[in-house]
């Protein structure tokens, strides 16, 4: 075959699979997520994401608020002669650090684990994604010492509930609440979307959200950060001039 | 968005407004009714609801600076500060700050900055509530005459000690003549305590001056405030430099409540007996110390943590 023929092949093969996926798309669904952009200001305490979807009569829906995948460095606490203390480091590698998942039923009901384990969905697909190594040797307690942390500050929640209630045109509306915890960095964060019919994926989607700091917020982390001086005397001037007004208005009450 | 709640940009974390502002209230009571600066106290209570301890540490320090300046300039216009004395004081405590500041710094990349803050306010904690407890539970007890004066008047090894150091100077405010060496080393080692647990010092620095430098009451509050003040000053600022861990949001809240308690807490102490008052702190301090050492001998709640936490 001529390398003239293997390109109209290629472009062929490319027409008919996006024919396929436009007529997948039939069953078209149109997925919001609000806020798009979550702002870190002064009374910030974590966020709602409303999640609203019309999709076809599906079994079942799955979705993953999910942060990038970066290497990250812990302390590993021992026991040394009876008292806690940092005994060594832990490497972990390929954890997304923040993993918010909810689901219209029981994972284990959606789909079959090697499916779940393709997709990156569930606990136990974290298991086998994220890796570990130490400078002491391992224990093999890792992954679970680790979702202990990431749940502590609930970065990592895999209980989030979906609800699909019947529509009138015999579709479903889909409507669901991740809650972001207060500790979530700032950042850019993906929403994947998953609609399973009798245990395979029919759809899929994604989305993106960001966490911003604004305000007050950002101009004293900023600051805290590029111009660590200008910071520190900000701090002592405010504390110096504070402090004396305070005890200013107090002498001038008591009088 | 809640209204109640404060974002504290440098500890990352979301804090009750009232929580914040009614632990610097109690704080602030306790330090007016006790006339302690109540940053061995305040340190571990934001430890305790979740504040990193090297933020909790330095964000306490800026807010002994608004706390103690006030009382400083107070004790200045009406003549209590022993500057000479204040001076010495303060260049051992920015000595001893910026070595603490660099201490914590060293701690932190190897990870165990957190353990040995709390470890020194395991020890310290325990030398000053034991010592408290004797102290007002010995005074509650009528005593013969003539064991306190023979006591009063027997020389201590500390001032045999000093006597023998050289550059011997007098103190004309505080009416004492020792070497400048003792201020100095005093200086530096509450610096260090002041960067390592994010106190003023007051509670070591007021003793000391008292039992072992001997200087008349009036003047002492006045030096210590006026030490402390300059301490914290050096302390903020080399941690927000180096560790970048002052909470400016965190310090201003705690303020709030501190020096409004500090006014109540003053009121009330002059209804009740010292003693009374001091067996009481006694208490508390103890408890704390319980605390911090619990959480240093129980399994904790996660086995890892993100590096600049405990």
């Given amino acids: ?255 | 968005m809640s209204y109640f709640y404060v974002y504290l940009p440098i500890a990352g974390a979301s804090v009750h407004i009232f929580l914040l502002l009614g632990l610097g209230l109690i704080v602030g009571f306790l330090s007016g009714l006790f006339g302690v600066g109540g940053g061995f106290l305040l340190t571990p209570l934001l430890m305790m609801i979740g504040i990193p301890p090297t933020v909790a540490a330095a964000s306490d320090a800026n807010q002994i600076v608004a706390a103690s300046s006030s009382g400083m300039f107070a004790h200045w216009r009406l003549g209590n500060v022993d500057l000479k004395m204040g001076v010495i004081l303060v260049i051992g405590g920015i000595i001893g700050g910026t070595t603490g500041v660099q201490i914590i710094r060293v701690l932190k990349a190897a990870g165990n900055a957190d353990f040995v803050t709390k470890v020194t306010y395991v020890i310290m904690l325990s030398i000053i509530g034991i010592y408290m407890l004797q102290e007002s539970l010995r005074n509650l007890k009528p005593r013969p005459l003539h064991d306190s004066i023979a006591k009063r008047d027997s020389k201590s090894w500390f001032a045999r000690c000093s006597e023998s150091l050289p550059l011997a100077t007098h103190f004309e405010k505080s009416g004492i003549t020792i070497s400048i060496f003792i201020p100095l080393i005093l200086g530096v080692l509450v610096g260090i305590l002041s960067a390592v647990m994010g106190v003023g010092g007051g509670f070591i620095m007021v003793p000391v001056m008292v039992y072992m430098l001997r200087m008349p009451m009036h003047v002492v509050v006045g030096t210590s405030l006026f030490q402390v003040l300059c301490t914290c000053i050096n302390v903020t600022f080399m941690q927000a430099y180096y560790n970048h861990t002052v909470d400016f949001i965190l310090a201003l809240f705690l303020l709030v409540g501190s020096t409004a308690g500090a006014q109540i807490g003053a009121k009330i102490s002059n209804r009740l007996k010292a003693d009374h008052l001091k067996v009481i702190l006694a208490v508390i301090v103890l408890l704390v110390m319980l605390k911090i050492a619990l959480e240093l001998l129980l399994p904790p709640g996660t086995l890892l943590s993100y590096q600049g936490e405990s």
């Fill in chain 1, 1 to 255: 075959m001529t390398p003239g023929y293997r390109i109209a092949w290629f472009c062929l093969l490319a027409w008919i699979s996006s024919a396929a996926v436009a007529s997948a798309g039939d069953d078209s669904f149109s997925f919001k997520v609000a806020p798009e952009r979550v702002q870190i200001g002064t009374f910030y305490h974590g966020s709602e994401l409303e999640i609203t979807a019309q999709i076809p009569q599906y079994d079942a829906a799955v979705i993953i608020l999910k942060g990038t995948e970066d290497k990250v460095i812990l302390n590993r606490k021992g026991k040394v002669a009876s008292i806690w203390l940092n005994v060594g480091k832990l490497t972990v590698y390929d954890a997304p650090h923040v993993y918010i998942l909810a689901a219209s039923c029981r994972l284990a009901n959606i789909a079959s684990a090697e499916t779940l384990d393709r997709l990156g969905i569930g606990r136990e697909s974290l298991r086998k994604q994220i890796k570990f190594t130490s400078d002491k040797p391992l224990s093999g307690n890792e992954f679970d010492e680790f979702l202990d942390l990431k749940s502590s500050n609930g970065v990592y929640d895999t209980t989030g509930q979906i609800d699909l209630l019947a529509s009138s045109d015999g579709g479903q509306n889909l409507s669901a609440q991740l809650s972001i915890p207060p500790a979530t960095p700032p950042g850019n964060y993906k929403i994947l979307f998953y609609l399973f019919n009798q245990g395979e994926l029919v759809r899929q989607d994604t989305a993106q959200i960001s966490l911003e700091r604004t305000g007050l917020v950002r101009m004293l982390t900023d600051l805290s950060s590029q111009s660590a001086a200008a910071y520190g005397l900000l701090a002592i001037l405010v504390a110096l001039v504070a402090g004396i007004m305070v005890g200013v208005i107090f002498s001038s009450l008591s009088r």
